[in-house]
Structures are given as structure tokens and as C-alpha cells.
């Protein structure tokens, strides 16, 4: 039971050690690549969240895929970026970038593939 719960441990802090360098790159390094202050936080955050529960039900797939998530729909994110005119909270017409919907819906297509690995892992085990 002790074991268990130490590799559990052991799998957290190692997928939220790969995500937390995840998210100083991305958050920093390479923020004048987006200009995003607190989407990538709120990404990170919730990757976190992600990671604990993940850790709670022993589902490793999703541990992986969340950082590996995070940094590819980054990328994705950069690659494919495209901006939009339209009114701003100052009464001014500005560009504002929207790759945060590309690195989000990635994001979130990495964590669902972890969690649908994982579930067939757990049916593939029930027979």
C-alpha cells in the first residue's frame, strides 16, 4: 500500500516537474512569441489539477500526455496562429492574436487521448 502510494508520488511530481519546464518555456521564454501573460498560467494550472487527479486514480497515460499536451499545443498554437481586428475594452479597433484557442484545443485533445488510453487499459485488465 506504502509502495503504491510512493509511485504514485513518484509519477506526480515527475509529470508536474516536465510540466511546470513546459510552462516556463512556453510562459516565458517564448512569450514574445504570443504576448499571453495569464493564459498560459491558467493552462498550467489546470494541467496541475489534471496531474492530481490523475495521480489519485493511478491513470499514468494522462501524466504523460498532459506536459507532452501542453508543450505541443504550444507549438501547434505558434504554428498555426492567426489574428483578429475587433474592438477592444480601450474603445480602439486593435489585432489580437488567437492562438490560444489552437493551443488549448489541442491541450485538451492531448489530456482526453490519456484518458481514453487509460480507459481502455482499465477494460483491456477487467477481462
Not at 23 to 47: E, I, R, S
Not at 53 to 63: S, T
Not at 105 to 125: N, P
Request: hydrophobic share 60%; charged share 10%; glycine share 10%.
Amino acid at each position: 500500500m506504502v509502495d503504491n502510494f510512493i509511485n504514485r508520488a513518484i509519477w506526480f511530481f515527475m509529470a508536474a516537474a516536465a510540466h511546470g519546464v513546459g510552462y516556463f518555456l512556453c510562459g516565458f521564454v517564448f512569450l514574445h512569441l504570443h504576448g499571453m501573460g495569464q493564459w498560459p498560467f491558467a493552462l498550467f494550472v489546470f494541467g496541475l489539477a489534471v496531474l492530481f487527479i490523475a495521480a489519485v486514480l493511478n491513470w499514468r497515460k494522462v501524466m504523460i500526455f498532459t506536459p507532452l499536451g501542453y508543450v505541443i499545443g504550444f507549438a501547434v498554437g505558434m504554428a498555426f496562429t492567426w489574428e483578429v481586428y475587433r474592438l477592444a475594452p480601450d474603445g480602439e479597433w486593435h489585432f489580437f492574436d488567437q492562438s490560444w484557442v489552437a493551443w488549448t484545443i489541442v491541450y485538451l485533445i492531448f489530456i482526453g487521448a490519456g484518458l481514453v488510453f487509460d480507459f481502455v487499459k482499465r477494460k483491456r485488465r477487467a477481462y
